[in-house]
């Protein structure tokens, strides 16, 4: 679980274009021994590229839309 209640924690990015600074904040759960967030989508092509290009979106669970993301995340509570 991505956050100290224990609970998942599902993050957004359909509207956003993932900097630098967004997938530091986003990696930081695992350098403090929490599993990552869940991602929704659509990814636009440049976020996907960033985490392809950086090795990290075989770290995180990537969902086609937040709808899936949070149905997943409510099965794995």
């Given amino acids: 679980m991505g956050h100290r209640s224990g609970k998942p924690v599902v993050v957004d990015l359909s509207e956003v274009e993932l900097?630098?600074?967004i997938l530091n904040a986003l990696l930081?759960?695992?350098r403090?021994?929490?599993d990552l967030?869940?991602?929704?989508g659509?990814?636009?092509s440049a976020t996907r590229?960033?985490?392809e290009v950086?090795?990290?979106l075989r770290l995180f669970?990537?969902?086609p839309t937040l709808r899936d993301a949070m149905a997943h995340c409510a099965d794995a509570e």
């Fill in 54 to 56: 950086t090795g990290t």
């Fill in 42 to 44: 659509p990814l636009s």
């Fill in 28 to 30: 930081l759960p695992a």
């Fill in 32 to 34: 403090r021994g929490m």
């Fill in 49 to 51: 590229r960033r985490l």
């Fill in 37 to 40: 967030p869940c991602l929704a």
């Fill in 61 to 63: 669970k990537v969902f």
């Fill in 19 to 21: 900097s630098a600074e």
